[in-house]
């Protein structure tokens, strides 16, 4: 699986952003989904993921209610949308993927996902 994460850019506290991430492959529709980001000096952390099938999702708690995660199994496409932006939430965003089932206290490590997009860098002022 291959994936390129796009949708990045500068906006305003308060404001909204969606992201995207298209993956090539056919197998994408049975991989888990997920969106990580790293802030400047900070390491990379979890955002938020949903299994293929659609009907899970689980959220990092700093972006629960502001941010949703969906996919698009027949475009290949998970989105991320970003609302009541902060700039703490200022980071690149990478979208990425895993073939292993769900399980609720492994889906935030990194070391969960094999596929990685390039990242899209998202800014949010004061």
């Known amino acids: 699986v291959q994936l390129q994460a796009f949708g990045g850019g500068l906006v305003q506290a308060g404001g909204s952003l969606r992201l995207s991430c298209a993956a090539s492959g056919r197998t994408f529709s049975r991989h888990r989904m997920a969106w990580f980001r790293q802030a400047p000096g900070k390491e990379r952390e979890f955002v938020a993921t949903?299994?293929?099938?659609?009907?899970?999702?689980y959220y990092a708690d700093s972006v629960k209610g502001r941010f949703t995660i969906s996919r698009d199994n027949g475009k290949n496409t998970v989105y991320l949308q970003m609302n009541s932006l902060k700039p703490e939430d200022t980071a690149v965003y990478y979208c990425a993927a895993s073939p292993r089932s769900w399980d609720t206290r492994l889906i935030a490590q990194r070391t969960e996902y094999d596929y990685w997009g390039q990242g899209t860098l998202v800014t949010v002022s004061s």
């Open positions: 949903i299994d293929w099938s659609i009907r899970i999702t």
